[in-house]
Structure formats: C-alpha cells, structure tokens
C-alpha cells in the first residue's frame, strides 16, 4: 500500500465510507485533533516509567477507536465493523483519576502549566483534548456522534490534567499556584 494517494490534492478526503468532503469538515477537523491527542499521548508515554505509563497504552487504543467513529461520519454501515463504544474506559479514567489524587495534595489555587517537560506534556495534550472535546461537540451538530465520545474526551481532559499534578509530585517537584496579583491601576 502506498502511503501517498495524491486523491487529497485538490484539498479534499474521504471519510471510511467512500464519502468525499473538504479536509477543512468538522468531521476531519475532529478525528485530526483526536490524531495529534493520540501523538501528545504517546511522546508522555515514551518519557514516564511508572504505572500510568500502561493506562496511556489503553488510552491510544480508545483514541483510534473514537477517530474511527469520526472518519465514518453519518455511515451506519461502517459503524458495525468498528469496535464498541463502552462506558468501560470512562470508569477506567474515573479510577486513576481518583487513585491519583487520593496521594496528590488538595489544590487550593489554580496551577500554572510546568515545572517539568513531562508534566508540561500533560498540559499540552489536555489543552489538545479540550480542543477535540470542542471540535466533536461542533460535529455532533451535523452528524449523528456517539455521547460516549464526548464524555470520554472531557474525562480524558481531566486525567490529563492531574497526571500533570503526580509527575511533579513524584519528581518532588513543588507545583506553582496561580495567585492573582491586584492591578496596580485600581490602586
């Protein structure tokens, strides 16, 4: 199989059931965000070597899943051959999520992004995440998009965001608040 086509050099692409659309389609824009999660996801993995580093596994897995139902837009047909949306990796979220922080310490401000590139990683897929959470939620106006998709994406967000938290906390690294600081011109 060539990787190159050239069917994509007029600007549009195919989704999984044959139908041509634009590559600037929500649908594409979707499953193009949940992709660039999916690499975020995969460099955090290649950089940790604790237990989280086997959820990220999971994690990738459902990414591919979830860009497939995406790529196959409004088409039933093709909807059969891809593999089930479950509530079992949202649990599975849920559950590290709150191992994890049942060792973090109780955040009482806002955290600054950093302090470690793999916690700034973190940060970076969440922000990526949010962004794919959006951009499905947009086309879910135009399409039929499974609410396990959406639902799983804000979870993922939120597992992002406090691995971010334990990799500086098991590299005893302390955290920076975001402590907002009075204007100078209300003085």
């Known amino acids: 199989m060539k990787i190159y086509t050239k069917s994509g050099d007029q600007g549009e692409t195919s989704l999984f059931g044959g139908e041509r659309v634009k590559k600037h389609h929500l649908s594409i824009q979707a499953y193009g965000t949940v992709d660039e999660l999916n690499s975020w996801i995969g460099l955090i993995k290649d950089n940790i070597e604790n237990k989280e580093a086997e959820i990220l596994v999971k994690i990738q897995e459902e990414l591919f899943t979830i860009g497939s139902y995406l790529a196959t837009g409004d088409n039933e047909k093709m909807m059969v051959h891809l593999p089930k949306l479950e509530d079992g990796p949202i649990l599975e979220l849920e559950k590290s999520i709150d191992d994890m922080q049942e060792i973090l310490p109780e955040m009482k ?79």
Request: with cysteine; net charge positive; proline share 6%.
């Open 109 to 187: 401000n806002f955290i600054l992004p950093g302090g470690h590139s793999i916690s700034s990683y973190c940060h970076l897929a969440r922000c990526v995440c949010r962004r794919a959470e959006r951009l499905t939620i947009e086309t879910a106006e135009i399409q039929k998009v499974n609410p396990i998709i959406i639902k799983y994406l804000n979870r993922l967000s939120d597992f992002l965001f406090v691995m971010a938290r334990k990799v500086l906390f098991d590299l005893k690294i302390p955290e920076k608040p975001w402590i907002p600081t009075k204007n100078d011109i209300n003085k």
